[in-house]
């Protein structure tokens, strides 16, 4: 893994330094810059010939300490994501909150603490050891509730974890998540309990947390009680997905609606990412503007599928009309099916165990199969690259 620095700052260059030779690791001298030579260095790397001492690949780690001119860094981040590969993390104060925020939707991998320099940077090369992974990524989430992206979550994960296929479920909504509820399963430990402890968190500790479901799929659950107001650390949910992506196949997240900084951040790395909404008026204005903020974002609308749930409902808004608001080229369609769906909601089964042949489950089969196929050509690897 090669590794290069973008720093104006001499005394955290020589800590970074240090701390790099100790991992046997070393930022070669001419792998050094300064924010103001970044333009630069793209141009040094952007057009250098592959197994030439002048290129870097996607296993390239490009660490940049935020400079004083908060301004001339973002523009440096972005520069450096559109134009190099490779995975950039970003180190700086935290207590400004836009700014982190800032510098992820600017295409930064991660954002590191500067105050705890020496332990982010050794759990963020740690990461960048995992990689590539091989487990496809699968977000699923919505612009408002009761759309049922819980339900297709839950499903999608059931049907992917087939054939003891390892398949982790992963419950995003921090605050108080149905995915327990829906498989009928009592969780001992929460996504906030488990990243609490990265320190010591790896694979062994992290299955012992783990609730398996007779399915096969592997559930991590956002809250063992609720309301739940504990946060999810950063650091120790990508600790999570890291280890998740060396012990499976698939990870289906159900993210939260409100795409908070902790699931944005997720989303961003995911192989796939499908938001559901309702054929109605409300869910269609919200579903517009939610798009249109990940547009801005970073997350491109071609990145998203839409997946109109509960149709063939007389009064609906029509699938080409929806497409048509959201200048995409069409949706998928999944059918109402609520005397099914309440059956399975209410026996904490998946749909698609429970009844394999109804209108619905025979959707989201044709959706996982589809998944599937695209697993054996990954389009990112979930760590961010």
């Known amino acids: 893994m090669r590794l290069l620095l973008v720093s104006d700052d001499n005394s955290i260059t020589e800590r970074l330094q240090n701390l790099v030779y100790s991992r046997g690791l070393e930022f070669s001298r001419n792998d050094r810059f300064r924010t103001s030579d970044v333009a630069s260095m793209i141009a040094r790397f952007s057009g250098s010939n592959p197994g030439s001492g002048n290129s870097i690949g996607r296993d390239s780690t490009i660490l940049l300490i935020m400079p004083a001119d908060r301004e001339l860094g973002l523009q440096a981040i972005a520069q450096i994501c559109e134009q190099l590969p490779g995975r950039l993390l970003v180190m700086g104060p935290i207590d400004d909150t836009r700014l982190v925020l800032r510098a992820i939707r600017s295409g930064a991998a991660e954002y590191l603490d500067q105050t705890e320099l020496e332990s982010e940077l050794i759990f963020a090369l740690e990461r960048s050891a995992y990689r590539p992974v091989n487990a496809c990524s699968v977000g699923v989430f919505s612009a408002g509730g009761g759309s049922g992206c819980s339900l297709i979550a839950a499903n999608l994960a059931a049907l992917l974890a087939a054939d003891n296929t390892p398949c982790a479920l992963v419950d995003l909504k921090v605050e108080g998540g149905d995915l327990e509820a829906l498989l009928d399963l009592k969780a001992s430990y929460s996504l906030s ?118 149709t063939g409902i007389s009064g609906e808004i029509a699938a080409a009309q929806i497409a048509d608001v959201l200048r995409i080229s069409e949706v998928q369609q999944f059918p109402e099916d609520a005397k099914s769906v309440l059956r399975s909601i209410n026996n904490g089964e998946p749909l698609v165990i429970r009844q394999p042949s109804s209108k619905l489950s025979r959707k989201l089969s044709a959706l996982a199969a589809e998944i599937r196929q695209s697993a054996q050509t990954p389009v990112n690897a979930i760590s961010g690259s």
């Open 193 to 310: 309990e488990i990243c609490s402890k990265v320190e010591s968190l790896d694979e062994s500790v992290l299955q012992g947390c783990i609730t398996a479901h007779e399915c096969g799929l592997r559930l991590l659950s956002a809250a063992t009680q609720f309301p739940s107001f504990n946060p999810v650390d950063m650091r120790g949910m990508q600790r999570v997905m890291s280890l998740l992506s060396h012990s499976n196949e698939f990870i289906v997240c159900d993210l939260d609606r409100c795409l908070s900084h902790l699931t944005f951040t997720i989303a961003k790395s995911l192989d796939h990412l499908y938001c559901v909404m309702r054929p109605d008026f409300i869910s269609l204005r919200r579903t517009r503007r939610l798009l249109e903020f990940l547009d801005s974002s970073g997350i491109r609308r071609d990145q998203i599928r839409i997946i109109v749930n509960r």
